[in-house]
C-alpha cells in the first residue's frame, strides 16, 4: 500500500509520500515542493482534506503531524439548550464539525460553543479579538468543565488541552501550538478574515472548526475567506425571531435632529471646502482605496490640510451638536430607572459627553482595572449610564443594560447590530429601546440609512413628533 507521512513544521504541514508514489488530487494542487526538505509543503489547514482524500484513495497515512488528545469531558451543572440551540449542533455535526453558526448577541453562542466541545471531546482553543473577551471566555469553560483552562495573551502562555486565546497572540504562537489542537472555535469570527488574523486559521491543523458571530456580514471577500478556513454558515438565528423568546422585545426609534443656524452655517462652509478638494481631486470613496487617498492626497497638496480640517470640523458638528445633547438629556431623564449605555463614534465626542453630564467613559484607552469598576458598578447600578466609542460594540456582557442611545456611529451595518445587540439580554420584564440621533440635512442621514439595512430594523421605523423633534 502506498504510504505518506505527515509532519507539523511552524505552521505548515510536510507531505512526504513514499518513493514512487504520486499524490492524488486535491491534495497535488494544495501543496508546493520545497527542496530545502525534500518533501511537499501544504497550509496546516489542510489536515483534515489530505487525511481525508488519502482514506478515500486507501493510502496509508503516517500522522506525525497531529499532537492533539482526545479529552473525556463533562459539562458541570448543565441546563438545557434552547430549540436554536439544539438545531445549531444538529446543523453543524451534520457539516462533520465545520462551519459558521451565526446567533444574535444575547442568544447564547458561548453556551453553544461549550455543547460543541462537549460532543468534540478534542484539545480545544477558542480564539478571541480582546483581552476582556479571553478572560470571559476563561471563567465560562473553567466552570462548565472544571477544569484548568490555558491563557495566551496579555502576558499570559498557559497552553493546556482548553485554552483560550486572543487572535494577536494566536497569529504569534500557532507555528509552535498549531498542531496541539483538535477543535477550534473563532468567536466573533467576522475579525479572521484580515491579513494577519487569518493565519491564526491556516497555521492551525484542527479538523474541527467552529465560527461564531452576530453579523458575519462583510464588503470585501472576508465570506469566502471564512468559508475556506472553517466553512459555510451551517445555522443561522436572526434577531426579529428570537425577539421576545430568547432576547428581549425591543424597538428601534430614530430620532433626527435639526443644527441651531450658527451650527447649521459652520456645518455648510466646511463641508463645501472639504467636497471641492475631493472632487477637484477626483477622489471616489466608493472604491476601496478612496479614503487612504484622501489622507495621502491632503497631506501632500495645497489646501489638503485645511481640506482635512473642514472634514473634522463637518463631522464633529453633525456628530455632536447641542440639540443632540439636549436629547440625550432628555431620554436619561425620562428613563430614570433604566441602566443605559450611550454609544459615539471617536473618543474625543464621548470624552467630551463625559465631560459635559460628569458619566464615566470607556474607550480603548482605559485601563484594564478602571474598565472592570466601571462595568461592575454599571451592573450593580451605581452607575446607571456608561459612555463608550466602540469598546462596547462586541464582546462584553452587560444584561442589565435596557436602552442604548447612538448619537453617532460609522455606516457599518455590523456596528449598529452589534449596538443593539448590547441592550437585548432577555430580564424578566425588561423592555429594550435603541435610540439613534441623525443630524437632519447632513451626511448623518445617508450614513445612517446605510447602516440600517437590516433585517433587525424592518417594519421598526415608528413615526411620530415630540417636543419638536421628528421622530421615525
Request: aromatic residues 8%; positive net charge.
Amino acid at each position: 500500500m502506498a504510504k505518506i507521512r505527515l509532519e507539523f513544521s511552524a505552521g505548515t504541514l510536510l507531505v512526504k509520500p513514499e518513493e514512487g508514489t504520486e499524490l492524488p488530487e486535491p491534495i497535488a494542487s494544495s501543496t508546493i515542493q520545497d527542496i530545502r526538505v525534500n518533501s511537499y509543503r501544504a497550509a496546516a489547514s489542510d489536515y483534515e482534506k489530505i487525511m481525508r482524500t488519502a482514506y478515500e484513495n486507501r493510502l496509508e497515512i503516517e500522522d506525525a503531524a497531529r499532537s492533539y488528545n482526545s479529552l473525556d469531558l463533562k459539562i458541570f451543572n448543565p441546563h438545557p439548550p434552547m430549540p436554536h440551540q439544539r438545531k445549531a449542533l444538529e446543523k453543524w455535526r451534520e457539516a462533520k464539525g465545520r462551519g459558521l453558526v451565526v446567533m444574535p448577541t444575547g442568544s447564547g453562542k458561548t453556551y453553544f460553543a461549550v455543547l460543541a466541545i462537549a460532543a468534540i471531546r478534542r484539545s480545544t482553543l477558542v480564539v478571541v479579538p480582546t483581552i476582556d473577551l479571553m478572560i470571559q471566555w476563561q471563567k465560562v469553560l473553567s466552570s462548565f468543565f472544571q477544569c484548568e483552562v490555558g491563557m495566551l495573551g496579555g502576558g499570559s502562555k498557559d497552553v493546556r488541552d482548553i485554552t483560550v486565546s486572543t487572535y494577536d497572540s494566536a497569529v504569534l504562537m500557532m507555528e509552535f501550538i498549531g498542531n496541539r489542537f483538535g477543535f477550534i472555535v473563532f468567536d466573533e469570527c467576522h475579525h479572521l478574515p484580515g491579513q494577519v488574523n487569518r493565519m491564526a486559521a491556516s497555521m492551525c491543523i484542527a479538523p474541527y472548526r467552529l465560527g461564531l458571530t452576530a453579523t458575519p456580514e462583510r464588503e470585501d471577500d472576508g465570506m469566502e475567506v471564512m468559508e475556506r478556513l472553517i466553512g459555510p454558515i451551517v445555522f443561522q438565528a436572526h434577531i426579529d425571531e428570537l425577539e421576545g423568546k430568547v432576547l428581549a422585545p425591543y424597538i428601534t426609534r430614530r430620532i433626527r435632529v435639526t443644527l441651531s443656524p450658527e451650527e447649521a452655517e459652520e456645518y455648510a462652509a466646511a463641508r463645501r471646502m472639504y467636497t471641492n478638494f475631493i472632487r477637484a481631486h477626483q477622489i471616489d470613496f466608493s472604491e476601496r482605496d478612496g479614503w487612504t487617498r484622501f489622507i495621502m492626497l491632503s497631506a501632500r497638496l495645497p489646501g489638503g490640510r485645511d481640506a482635512m480640517k473642514a472634514y473634522l470640523k463637518q463631522r464633529a458638528i453633525a456628530q455632536c451638536s447641542r440639540a443632540k445633547l439636549n436629547i440625550v438629556w432628555d431620554i436619561m431623564r425620562e428613563n430614570r430607572s433604566e441602566r443605559i449605555i450611550i454609544f459615539t463614534a471617536d473618543n474625543d465626542t464621548a470624552y467630551r459627553m463625559g465631560e459635559i453630564f460628569c458619566m464615566p467613559v470607556l474607550t480603548h484607552k482605559t485601563k484594564a482595572a478602571e474598565r472592570k469598576d466601571f462595568l461592575d458598578r454599571f451592573r450593580s447600578g451605581e452607575y446607571p449610564v456608561l459612555l463608550t466609542s466602540k469598546v462596547l460594540n462586541e464582546g462584553v456582557d452587560v444584561p442589565e443594560a435596557s436602552i442604548g442611545i447612538v448619537v453617532s456611529g460609522s455606516g457599518s451595518t455590523r456596528e449598529h447590530v452589534q449596538r443593539l445587540g448590547r441592550i437585548l439580554r432577555a430580564k424578566d420584564g425588561k423592555q429594550a429601546v435603541l435610540y439613534e440621533l441623525v443630524s437632519d440635512g447632513t451626511s448623518e442621514m445617508r450614513v445612517s440609512d446605510r447602516r440600517r439595512q437590516h433585517r433587525a430594523y424592518e417594519q421598526r421605523r415608528l413615526q411620530f413628533y415630540r417636543r419638536g423633534y421628528i421622530k421615525e
